[in-house]
């Protein structure tokens, strides 16, 4: 009986070498350049299963496995893996195999998995089976092939297998063996964009190092895109590639990628033209569009290998199975995120969205009832559900009309021929549940609004403790207590300082700015709102850029810094995003992009001036009402500061949180898996419950597909298809609802709210990621989608500021009134009606942009 095949024999089959092996001999038969080796075949692992009486006792573990039951879908994972284990590799089989490993020169090897149902046009079964890298010598060699085959029969292949109907009688594991390359980088190549389907594109993932980072999902690759059409790269996105995996005498392991590498792109466009014409290559010669694992090698591209795309955005979404995280999907609510998205603007990752949830419980108590969610996800991104909201207000005796003029200053105007579906809720429930909730709420706000200072003033230590506390934890378990027995209830805390904060004024953010628009109009209303911080103390919002102004100066250090601000960022509430102060760059690189423009203090400065002669006219005008107006200008002012200094505890303890998934995973062995796990399901693991790999993987693939989509539109009327409306060449950013997709402006204007008074005229920069900031140059008029305090040290540097999102109450607005800048906002469709290098007009007084040239 033959055990072992040449890794290029031209007679290798399904059956015999599994689908990685018939794949990679087809290829190498076709002139593809794989490095080389050989098959152990499917009669080796039969060979061993016969020798050893396997059958009867594998047969009867499974019998013991109920649908859908993960416990005992595992312990007979562990019953049959613990089989595999106990036997000796038969002695023919043995000799076969070191007599293969010998003539190809006993280098260190990559011993891969190669099951009989595997890399086929109807399922993809990546990852169901292991695969182990730099085996060296016959010992270690025998031992890896043994448990490839023992992976047949893991939990997560168990459980996949049944789930795609695949008679577990009917597969037998083959093993590739192939000489390792010690790759200067690696990666993944699809030669159909994998998240909208287009077939014109190349899309390359790229890392430096060995793919297993990339694969695996642990470091985020530069992405490069080829147009298939005249093979040029139209597209490249370099990211900050964190760790590498490397090959150490013991096997590998994730290492730190050196700070010359860091940022530096892992191939040339050179080098990705060349792989472009080789995915293509291979892709025309097997008929389908291909998935393909590559390395690098200096100039030398190889194939590790390649299996067919079996899943392409631009096919119907049933194909793919139902949208995780979409709460719009087959809803007729009408949802919004106008100004949770800005502080929240994220795909969230399972562990994110799962600390947003507690932190939105203690916040908005009163958005929902048991049962009635009044918030959800949306492609993945956080929403508000305004049908809730209406309903649950509406139940109070709030009508429809005072409902949208209360929250317009918060997610804008809804078009008044835009109806608001209602909620299932009758009134009686809404009131008979609502009633204590608020009750509570109350005695929440007056027990800890008098503790607001004392609190942001202690909190900071508190967390400084709690990180070094997280790092110190060599138990699993012991982190786990940590959770349930603090962490859980300070995060509340938190959540609750910002919720005393917000409500201690009432209605008043939104009541005083209506009563001084109606008095002297919405410009002379936003000079005298704004500038208040000589009064009431700086806006924590502000930190950032008041921080950077001190470092330039020479008036604070790095240090002090980072422990003041640098918790804050563009994706603070994103558990998965390190944070400023995590990046030693970070301030140099925001030092270097300052312009020579005014400096932070002569801007705000300037403003307090502005607010002032605004104040002064109001009360000439109309001294009695300006003598009544005061009092609530002052508890305006302090509840917007106390707001801001609390929300910043808040995401400084999301830093906090953050520190323990990431010890989790590493007390776990999991890595930046432990992301993809709810806080929940974390604890669990560190109690000992077993890891759902397959749920991982999923949750992985849905998070990098959403990832890909543009940020779906700030009101959504549902049910809502984010694939569908990214495939529109018109959509609008808006506004999605059913009729009106292709419903926006045209023409030489663009319009919005009044975010900021002012009129100027310049050079529009459009920038949709603040690590693009660099691009912005002293002057130029910032026009993005939506921005939020990880923006805020762009602001000095622009003349104006322009959003596709947003209100009078949004991030952009207040931080432009702050500073006295121009900005126009909510505008819909400006980052895609207006192109960099444009001469435009912003009138923050009016909320219109002009296009003057193009």
């Known amino acids: ?98 007599k293969a490993y010998a003539d190809l020169g006993a280098p260190p090897v990559a011993v891969r998995s190669s099951a009989t149902a595997e890399d086929l046009e109807s399922a993809s079964f990546a990852g169901q089976q292991d695969s182990f890298l730099n085996i060296r010598g016959p010992e270690q060699l025998l031992a890896a092939v043994r448990d490839c085959w023992a992976s047949l029969w893991t939990e997560r292949a168990i459980g996949y297998r049944a789930r795609q109907g695949i008679d577990h009688d009917q597969v037998a594991l083959a093993v590739v063996v192939q000489r390792l390359v010690e790759a200067d980088a690696s990666g993944v190549l699809f030669t159909v964009d994998p998240v909208t389907g287009a077939a014109d594109q190349v899309v390359i993932n790229a890392a430096w190092g060995l793919g297993e980072a990339v694969v695996s999902g642990a470091v985020t690759p530069d992405v490069l895109r080829v147009r298939r059409g005249d093979r040029t790269v139209i597209e490249t996105t370099v990211a900050d590639k964190a760790i590498m995996t490397v090959l150490t005498d013991g096997g590998t392991e994730e290492r730190p990628v050196p700070d010359d590498l860091r940022t530096a792109p892992a191939l040339t466009s050179e080098q ?159 009131i008979r549940t609502l009633v204590p909730i608020v009750v509570g709420m109350r005695i929440l706000v007056r027990r800890n609004a008098p503790k607001i200072d004392r609190y942001v003033a202690e909190h900071p230590a508190l967390c400084e403790r709690r990180r070094a506390e997280i790092a110190g934890i060599e138990d699993p378990i012991a982190l786990a207590a940590l959770w349930t027995g603090t962490l859980r209830s300070e995060l509340d805390q938190a959540s609750e300082m910002l919720t005393a904060a917000t409500r201690s004024a009432g209605m008043g953010p939104i009541t005083t700015p209506e009563k001084l628009a109606r008095l002297v109009g919405e410009s002379e209303a936003a000079k005298i709102t704004s500038g208040l911080g000589a009064a009431a103390g700086q806006l924590a919002s502000l930190g950032l850029v008041a921080g950077l102004d001190q470092l330039a100066r020479g008036e604070l250090d790095p240090e002090t810094f980072n422990r003041r601000y640098a918790h804050r960022g563009p994706h603070e509430f994103e558990l998965s995003s390190p944070r400023p102060a995590e990046d030693p760059d970070w301030i140099e690189q925001r030092l270097a992009e300052r312009g020579d423009g005014p400096d932070f203090g002569t801007m705000i400065t300037r403003q307090e001036e502005r607010q002032r002669e605004a104040w002064d006219r109001l009360a000439a005008a109309h001294p009695k009402q300006a003598a009544r107006l005061r009092p609530l200008l002052a508890r305006w002012a302090k509840m917007s500061r106390d707001r801001e200094q609390t929300r910043s505890e808040v995401v400084r303890y999301f830093w906090v949180i953050r520190d323990f998934v990431r010890r989790a995973g590493e007390l776990l062995g999991i890595g930046g898996d432990a992301y993809f796990l709810d806080l929940d399901e974390l604890v669990a693991a560190l109690r000992g419950a077993p890891v759902d790999a397959i749920l991982i993987r999923e949750r992985r693939d849905a998070y990098d597909h959403y990832r890909a989509l543009p940020a779906p539109p700030s009101l959504i009327l549902g049910p809502f298809d984010p694939y569908r409306w990214a495939a529109q060449p018109d959509r609008r950013t808006d506004l999605w609802a059913p009729g009106r997709a292709d419903d926006h402006e045209t023409g030489a204007r663009v319009t919005g709210f009044a975010g900021a008074g002012g009129m100027v005229e310049g050079i529009a920069r459009v920038i949709m990621d603040p690590a693009d900031g660099d691009r912005l140059q002293q002057g130029e008029i910032l026009v993005t989608s939506i921005t939020n305090v990880g923006w805020t040290p762009l602001f000095p540097r622009a003349s104006a500021v322009v959003t596709d999102i947003g209100a009078p109450l949004s991030h952009a607005a207040i931080v432009a009134r702050e500073l006295g800048i121009p900005a126009v906002v909510g505008t819909g469709t400006a980052t895609m009606r207006i192109t960099s290098g444009d001469r435009i007009r912003v009138d923050g007084s009016a909320g219109t942009v002009e296009l003057l040239t193009s």
């Open 1 to 98: 009986m033959i055990f072992v095949r040449e890794l290029a024999d031209p007679g290798a089959g399904l059956a015999d070498v599994g689908g990685k092996g018939e794949s990679l001999a087809a290829m190498i038969g076709a002139g593809f350049d794989v490095p080389d080796g050989f098959h152990v075949v499917t009669d080796a692992y039969r060979a061993f299963v016969e020798e050893h009486g396997l059958r009867g006792p594998i047969n009867a573990a499974l019998a013991r496995v109920e649908p859908g039951d993960r416990s005992s879908t595992a312990a007979a994972s562990a019953e049959i893996i613990g089989l595999f284990g106990a036997c000796p590799m038969p002695a023919a089989v043995g000799t076969a195999i070191e």
């Open 272 to 430: 990705a033209v060349s792989l472009a014409e080789l995915g293509i290559r291979l892709a025309d010669w097997a008929g389908s569009e291909r998935d393909v694992e590559w390395c690098r090698t200096g100039d030398r591209l190889q194939i590790v290998q390649s299996r067919p795309v079996t899943a392409v955005a631009a096919e119907p979404v049933p194909e793919r199975g139902p949208d995780p995280w979409n709460d719009a999907r087959d809803s007729d609510h009408l949802w919004a995120n106008t100004n949770v998205g800005e502080a929240i603007p994220d795909v969230l990752t399972p562990a994110s969205w799962s600390a947003v949830q507690l932190f939105m419980a203690s916040t908005m108590p009163t958005a929902s009832i048991p049962g009635h969610l009044g918030y959800g996800r949306i492609a993945g991104r956080i929403y508000l559900d305004l049908s809730m909201q209406a309903s649950l207000i509406g139940a109070f005796g709030v009508g429809q009309a005072r409902f949208r003029s209360m929250i317009g200053t918060l997610f804008g105007r809804i078009p008044e021929d835009l109806a608001i579906p209602k909620a299932e809720i009758s009134r009686s429930r809404a």
